[in-house]
């Protein structure tokens, strides 16, 4: 067997059933030998930063790696603001980087550029394999190396020669090892913290916000001076119905100062200690209050859960964990706003869906309206990179195809990746979009201010609008093999919201709404 | 002021007159500075791909950089690929990356990243500003580093402070050395291959495919053995009745190496030695012949026209150029293919367009089909990194409001960029877009023949096809707000082609052809 094929067994037999690809040439061996190990399935993507978003959404669901096939620097140029995603998530992925012959390199043909120096940006691993002989053990480690807890991306570049000379036969996996447990006695000095009934916060983020996680630290607020916050932006938080609920800490360091305000002691569990999104002129760029301590419980590769759970024994003996109550908002009447599609959106989420949320601005009233729905997951912009939404729903819908997606989805950020909904058309995704069409970059204009920039400006007036001409996102869906649907009012979207859910199969609806709303 | 506006004051003054944007929370104090400056305009592209095509299209037609205004490491990373096409093209472009305030960086905030590395991959300049005051005087350096014979990418990194900070007034622009002339003795050297009477190949690129150059390098080929070859990919051609015509060195090696055979000789005017685009198993990598040597005229940051001149004067005395005559293909009749793709096109191409050209194998038949149309510049994928045709032509369109821009694009390429449209329409740019749908990246399945790899693929046949759902570009042309139709035979796309161009302001047509046609 050649290189490639040695790699796709040693994939197939590691455990990575999917590749989320855009090939090009050097990768035509590696995509021919697919053909031979049917446990490696392709996806086509029609652009490099979805199939990198897809890995992200399915290595969220699944905690194993998908494959990326990537061609030479651009493509995976064409990747990488949603690996930054993938990388701040703590996601598994596994880029495979075709790059030309390791001879025809110091030719300096027109695709040449630095692959290593942009993998280094994203990855915990990076190597170029060098011989065809190599390459089944080299994908083996780059398998182990993103496996390690919380997940990592690792990257592999396959030289066009070592994919079609001439290798041994497949590598068997390599041990992956379990995520640490926390000390004793990290746990024996939170307990103390917990017990001295100082005013605390657990701050929950990475696998800190699964249902066991959250059933132990929700045993944590029994009768003591802790309350809980998850972090901003969780890569997938385990909610509703029968969960404990955790508020999120705010985007705006305006709301989250209020939340942190009087905390003595900030427990890490799987969170980083918060900082501001950006900097602000005479703002403070750390979250946590003058006069708090910082301590971390556990790190994002660690058993948060069992740390949790550890805790919970050892300072609140006996107490019980405090599940959310079944409850959904009814379905408003009237104009259609963010504050209304959230409602209807509360009202009417499936049981065990997987929510994409790239809402952004239009976002703000979703947490509160879902906190009650049926349980589901719910996966965020990790990184701030837009773009992710509509990539992330693939992934997790081809992770999960038994599962209901839901992707929430601005449409300034929509536009990064609009392609995705060709692959969401191609694989027959049950993913129905919502995009909320406020026609601007809401988020910026709020930025304008909060920067202390002028806000009568023109020029940020047109640069930051997404009228003339407005985007029709309907017409863009179905150019895409993607039916769809407008809502205007409150009750359109209802409707076609049931009936999209109703129908397998992807489908857009576009939510007109005013910004802010 | 703060260093924002002295950045753009002193860009203004340097002969920046164009920011294309998408900006992003860091960059709002720049945003805002723009309107006490008229003299740059800000141009709002949806995706940082477009932005950075676009300023390479600018580029190339103003011999001037545009500003490229990107958010952080992921919005720099999303507008690399077109980048680096800029980079192998020799374009100027500024590009601005707005970061995290210098202070707030340490903090690791979601959006941080290695920004100098990934800039490092494709720019001759990088450089962050340390403060307020440094940013007049690092942003004239960065203009004429960009400015730099052929033209470069410069790559300057704002933080957030640095715009918000006040600073001192703008800086004076920087002298811009010239192409450096060829020195005599290289002439002399040349001549004497010319006048040699061995068979000989003059390869012209960047400047070389000039008019004057062109001029001049036909008079070479008067009463010598000396035959003229274009680079491959030419970053901008200049064609047409009246000039010389020279044919380009063919993409496929097994097609090029014939164009090359018995050449004693090898010239290089502004172009590099042709390498095979890829490798291919037992294909040689360089195309110059055995045998053949290669001589450097002149390097593509050198007076190319120039040095052609003298070595014209010096070598062949008296002898005259060789303008091409002025001749149109008839339109054809009957099934729409790519080679009556061409036909209609080369028909009908009107005085003084600007071709961008990335119709890939549907665009076989266009070089002979427009050699002797009215003047035009050709423009290539110089990179080949995919996804340049859309933009390149926005930039090409705003440099040049006075002239009809076209459009060739595959419709695989098409789809990575493809929210350029909307800025076609939001500047009512008047630009024609001819979508080559084949339903399929026809090219990969001429390189997984090339490449040896197995062709009765399943995996590489479906990774391969656009269909199943076939992409409506009618519906996404009008989703993006650009009026278009559906051409399905040869004269359709007349009728189509001649009612777009004699209209103002964008149209897109989706040619549906057979791929290989």
Request: proline fraction near 8%.
């Amino acid at each position: 067997m050649n290189g490639a094929e040695s790699v796709i067994r040693t994939l197939a037999g590691s455990g990575v059933s999917v590749c989320f690809a855009n090939p090009g040439t050097s990768e035509m061996h590696f995509v021919a030998a697919m053909d031979e190990v049917s446990e490696l399935r392709g996806v086509l993507c029609l652009f490099e930063g979805v199939a990198a978003g897809a890995a992200d959404g399915y290595g969220r669901l699944t905690g194993r790696p998908a494959a990326v096939l990537l061609h030479l620097g651009p493509g995976l140029a064409n990747g990488l603001a949603n690996l930054h995603n993938a990388r701040r998530a703590g996601t598994p992925v596994l880029a495979i980087i075709g790059d030309h012959a390791t001879y025809h390199k110091r030719l300096d043909a027109p695709l040449e550029s630095d692959i290593g120096a942009l993998a280094g940006t994203v990855s915990s691993w990076v190597r170029q394999t060098a011989r065809a002989s190599d390459a089944a053990a080299d994908v083996a480690q780059a398998v182990a190396a993103a496996m390690a807890a919380p997940g990592r991306i690792a990257t592999l570049i396959l030289p066009a020669d070592v994919s079609w000379e001439e290798a041994g036969g497949p590598a068997a996996p390599l041990p992956v090892r379990p995520p640490a447990a926390v000390p004793e006695q990290v746990i024996e000095q939170v307990a103390a913290i917990v017990r001295s009934g100082e005013p605390s916060v657990v701050l929950l983020g990475g696998t800190g916000l699964t249902e066991p996680a959250l059933l132990a630290a929700s045993r944590l607020t029994s009768g003591t001076a802790v309350r809980l916050l998850a972090e901003t932006f969780p890569a997938r938080h385990e909610r509703g119905a029968g969960r404990p609920t955790v508020e999120r800490l705010a985007y705006l360091a305006e709301a989250a100062l209020p939340q942190l305000a009087g905390t003595r002691h900030l427990i890490l569990a799987g969170a980083a200690s918060p900082v501001s999104f950006f900097a602000y002129p005479g703002k403070p760029g750390s979250l946590v209050p003058p006069g708090c301590e910082v301590q971390v419980l556990a790190e994002p590769g660690e058993d948060i859960a069992g740390a949790l759970a550890a805790l919970a024994d050892l300072a609140v003996p006996g107490a019980r964990p405090c599940p959310q109550e079944a409850i959904r908002p009814a379905i408003p009447d009237g104009d259609l706003t963010g504050q209304a599609a959230a409602a209807v959106i509360g009202a009417l989420l499936p049981e065990n869906a997987i929510v994409c949320d790239e809402a952004n601005t239009a976002g703000l009233w979703l947490p509160q309206a879902t906190a009650g729905a049926p349980r589901h997951d719910w996966l965020s912009l990790t990184g701030g990179a837009i773009g992710q939404g509509l990539p992330l729903a693939a992934g997790a819908a081809i992770a999960c195809r038994d599962r209901p997606v839901l992707a929430l989805e601005a449409d300034g950020s929509a536009m990064y990746t609009i392609s995705a909904l060709w692959t969401h058309a191609r694989e027959q995704l049950d993913i129905t979009t919502i995009i909320f069409a406020n026609r601007a970059y809401a988020i910026l204009s709020l930025e304008l201010q909060r920067t202390g920039a002028r806000t009568d400006s023109q020029v940020a007036q047109s640069l930051l609008s997404l009228a003339r001409p407005d985007l029709d996102f309907t017409a863009l869906a179905r150019g895409l093999g993607v039916p769809a649907t407008r809502a205007l009012t409150a009750a359109d979207l209802a409707a076609q919201l049931e009936r999209a859910l109703a129908e397998p199969g992807p489908h857009l609806i576009e939510a007109v709404i005013p910004p802010f709303s």
